[in-house]
């Protein structure tokens, strides 16, 4: 093959590899327009499609012409060099002959090179290299919508008076303007200057490029353009500094004011200086002037940019720290509460060392039956041992809200049964089951927090397929295609029948009712979607009928970010089943940025702003989503209404059976708390000595020490009337494991997003969680318990201890869970509570809290379905007892007499007396249950 076949095949290879890569682009971009207008997002879709392909062709427009005005300017140098080399041969001597080098079956390269040809050359790198260019700023679109729509914030810092908005729209689009331009013109002067040492050395080999006025003329001016941009960079680089880590707190310090704020101010003047110097050269030709201001202001850099700092640092700032950098401490403090609404707080003080009656337990009933005692951890294993029912379902998350459960507001714990494609017998893993028949999950199983069945398992409100409810909360749309399952995209209302659920012997079928995916109504989609799927089967199918639909990016986690990248998100969305029954996901929005000046970080990607701005609600069913406005009051969430004016909604117009759902969002109150452990010191003196710092407490889970997580209950607030759903986070102070303070997030109605410290004397001694721990492992009773569950072929978990508030006092809750190794299936088995200087663990929350308070702390009430009732008697109210407490009684009896027997015979006199003094103290109780 010859030469000219070879590049011939090499240009047809490129231009097919192209031509695919353009189909499948444009396929792609096809089915993403239709997945939007299904949604009834096209605005959001072609907003953000026109604004990222604007920009890039903007970009690489601008930064194209540049390059071809700069080469062109080059163009007259490059052909008068090729002709005066075409006088040039190169020559070798031999025998002390001299020949010539120029083969008459050679032509010369020179020839090839004509001013047509030489401009189509730099028209196509031109092209390229805009190209190429033009993809660093792809997602760089937001940044510049919010320019120009952006809001301001209405607080000003305190050391440029700007708005903070400056920071957090302006001064990104600027930086990303110098970076663009400044990073333009480097590359612009590279090329140049290589194409004039290119061209020089087809003179014969001369390297020195400023020999040449073309190129001194050219090259200078491009010298003097980056210098004036980089003038405007040491501009912006001094609202930089109040973003600055370097000093004793996040943002400016007394070096960075007196110091570094001066070194920007005469490096931007020096800059332009030095621009104007080799502009003048241009005329003058002394580059060792140009060579001498240059290397002037990058001394001048070093001096006042790095060591006059260092030095102010170290002999003005250290001797003498916090009077320095007292004022700039209160910037931090300031603003970095209100970057994370701690500003907002409400403090108030928490007696301590009250000591709670029975008549306030029970007056607190509603506090006391929301008290949770399963953990997600070991109830999801439950919940998958006793509702998944088939290998195909996961129960994939337990999550916590609250419903009005038969007139009474009841914490519940609930999760989602999903389909898990990839649990199917192996056999069954078809193309046809995955994607047209096993199409979704089917139902929800739900329990309170604190009720248990005799076996020690979750009391249903909700389980079993079809649903079966044992309360008023009902579910009517049972069928799952949207949630957190991974089983990718589904194809329904084809030929073949979606399994719906197991029914006896055999199972049920369905069709999908609604219109929310995407048709394939034609020959030219089934082609695209086989292409963006990359899934030829669907291509070949026969299964496929005009009514059928695309059901795509089905994982919420998938499908919410897809419309709206520019959000950050929760880690946990979670179930709500509606008046309807309905079931939808909420999620919730949050609006970060990194900008915010003098503002402590929270993580490790700089980000120091966050609001909880939008909540999110998405269909279960038909995977409509909708997007709420929470926080109003954000500019950042204005700004992107902006943006895309019909994409947000005010939350008044969320349903009212969604609404009542909508809690404090987990991660913001855990970001919020962590801060505050800091931020609650307003002094600046107590901030600097780090007097007051808090941190956040530590619980004993199972065997090991881990960070205590926040938690949900249902309490009624100190100086509050009515329970509500609140998040809860206790506070240490430093070094020390006694809690000093608690944090409430409040989640009802119009008392939603508001937060209360409540804070304890701090010359009282109030228990903290790690206190109780080891109090509850201190105790011989409990410890030797324990010792003995783990001995008999079952495992202790210890669960998450809870601090509640009743009254203006506090008790400490800790459910202990069995599991066999023989199963995995956790069993809630006793309950530990502490009370003041009394610590007990009972089978029940109820007998622990008469153990503590007396028989009046627990009211008498109608037995439940499976307990038993005692005979009256003269002069005192039937009260009823549960049968499982004593069939559990009666079997702790018949082990410790055991126990106690074996030990006898052992010789273990010690051992025999502890079982016999436990055995009495279980048929106390037995014959006090009986």
């Known amino acids: 093959m010859s030469q000219g076949s070879r590049t011939s095949l090499g240009f047809i290879i490129v231009a097919a590899l192209i031509l695919v890569a353009l189909i499948g682009w444009g396929a792609g971009l096809y089915i993403d327009w239709l997945w939007f207008s299904a949604l009834q997002y096209q605005q959001v879709f072609m907003t953000s499609l026109v604004s990222s392909l604007g920009l890039r062709a903007l970009v690489g427009i601008l930064m194209f012409i540049l390059l071809l005005l700069n080469l062109m300017f080059t163009r007259k140098s490059v052909l008068q060099a090729v002709e005066a080399s075409k006088s040039f041969r190169p020559m070798f001597q031999d025998d002390n002959v001299i020949t010539i080098n120029y083969p008459p079956f050679r032509a010369d390269w020179r020839e090839q090179i004509t001013p ?207 009077n320095r950098e007292a004022p700039y401490i209160a910037n931090n403090i300031k603003l970095s509460q209100q970057a994370y609404n701690l500003d907002t707080i409400e403090q108030k003080d928490f007696p301590a060392g009250r000591t709670l009656q029975a008549k306030d337990i029970q007056e607190n009933r509603n506090t006391i039956e929301n008290i949770r005692l399963w953990d997600w951890q070991p109830l999801q294993q439950t919940y998958s041992q006793l509702q998944e029912m088939r290998l195909y379902y996961e129960l994939k998350n337990i999550d916590v809200d609250r419903y009005k459960i038969n007139g009474e507001q009841r914490q519940v714990m609930l999760a989602v049964r999903e389909m898990n494609q990839s649990q199917l017998p192996q056999q069954a893993q078809t193309w046809i089951n995955q994607r047209l028949l096993y199409t979704h999950g089917y139902g929800v199983a739900m329990s309170p927090v604190n009720e248990v069945t005799g076996e020690g398992l979750p009391n249903f409100f909700l389980k079993d397929i079809p649903p079966t409810p044992t309360t008023d909360v009902k579910v009517t749309r049972p069928e799952v295609y949207y949630g957190e399952s991974d089983d990718g995209y589904v194809i329904v209302n084809t030929k073949t029948k979606e399994f719906d659920h197991p029914q006896g012997d055999g199972n049920a079928y369905t069709q999908y009712e609604s219109t929310s995916g995407v048709k394939i109504n034609s020959f030219f989609r089934k082609l695209l979607f086989a292409v963006t799927l990359a899934d030829y089967k669907l291509f070949l199918t026969n299964d496929i009928t005009n009514d059928s639909q695309v059901l795509m990016y089905r994982n919420i986690k998938e499908r919410i970010p897809k419309i709206a990248p520019f959000l950050s998100y929760d880690s946990d969305p979670y179930p709500v089943i509606t008046t309807k029954g309905e079931i939808f996901w909420m999620w919730d929005a949050y609006t970060i940025s990194d900008m915010y000046p003098y503002s402590e970080p929270f993580d490790k990607r700089g980000n120091n702003y966050i609001r909880n701005s939008v909540k999110i609600t998405v269909n279960a069913y038909d995977g409509s989503v909708q997007f709420y406005i929470a926080d109003s009051k954000d500019p950042i969430i204005q700004t992107y209404s902006k943006i895309f004016p019909s994409m947000f909604k005010p939350l008044t117009e969320m349903p009212a059976d969604l609404k009542e759902h909508i809690r404090y969002p987990e991660d913001l109150f855990q970001v919020q708390a962590t801060m505050y452990t800091l931020y609650h010191m307003t002094d600046p003196q107590v901030f600097y000595n780090r007097e007051d710092k808090w941190v956040l407490p530590t619980e004993k889970y199972g065997d090991e020490e881990k960070p205590m997580e926040p938690y949900f209950t249902i309490t009624v607030l100190p100086g509050e009337q009515e329970p509500e759903f609140v998040q809860i986070m206790p506070f240490n102070p430093q070094n020390k494991k006694n809690m000093i303070a608690w944090l409430a997030a409040r989640s009802d109605g119009d008392n939603y997003g508001k937060m209360v410290v409540y804070e304890f004397p701090k010359q009282e001694l109030v228990y903290g969680p790690m206190q109780i721990e080891a109090r509850i492992d201190q105790d011989t009773t409990i410890s030797q318990q324990l010792s003995l569950w783990d001995q008999r072929g079952s495992s202790v978990i210890r669960g998450n201890l809870l601090v509640i508030p009743i009254k203006d006092s506090l008790i400490y809750v800790e459910p202990l869970y069995l599991q066999s190794q023989q199963s995995k299936m956790p069993e809630l088995r006793r309950v530990i509570v502490a009370a003041g200087d009394k610590i007990v663990m009972e089978p029940t929350l109820d007998l622990a809290l008469q153990r503590i308070f007396g028989e009046g702390a627990v009211p008498s009430k109608q037995p439940p379905p499976g307990v038993s009732v005692q005979e009256n008697q003269p002069g005192k109210p039937t009260e009823p007892v549960p049968q499982a407490t004593v069939r559990e009684l009666a079997a702790e009896a018949g082990r410790l007499y055991d126990d106690a027997q074996t030990k006898l015979k052992a010789g273990d006199w010690a051992g025999y007396g502890q079982s016999l003094d436990q055995l009495k103290q279980v048929l106390t109780k037995l014959q006090e249950q009986s």
């Open 116 to 322: 047509g040809r030489l401009t189509a050359v730099f028209t196509g790198l031109s092209l390229l290299l805009g190209f190429l260019y033009s993809s660093t700023v792809s997602s760089e679109w937001t940044t510049v919508l919010q320019y120009f729509k952006q809001t301001a914030f209405g607080t000003t810092d305190p050391i440029f008076n700007k708005d903070i908005g400056f920071y957090i729209f302006s001064l990104p689009f600027y930086e990303l303007l110098y970076r663009l331009v400044a990073s333009a013109i480097f590359l612009n002067i590279v090329l140049v200057a290589l194409v004039y040492l290119l061209t020089d050395s087809a003179r014969g080999g001369l390297t020195k490029i400023f020999r040449f006025p073309a190129a001194r003329y050219h090259l200078s001016a491009l010298a003097a353009l980056f210098f004036i941009l980089k003038s405007w960079g040491y501009r912006l680089d001094q609202f930089r500094l109040l973003l600055s880590s370097s000093g004793v707190v996040h943002g400016a310090g007394y070096t960075d004011i007196h110091a570094s704020l001066l070194a920007y101010k005469v490096l931007c003047i020096l800059s332009l200086i030095t621009a104007l110097i080799i502009i003048g050269n241009i005329f003058l030709r002394r580059f060792r002037l140009t060579a001498y201001a240059i290397v002037g202001l990058l001394v001048v850099s070093v001096l006042l940019g790095g060591i006059y700092p260092s030095i102010v640092q170290k002999f003005i700032v250290l001797p003498n720290e916090f």
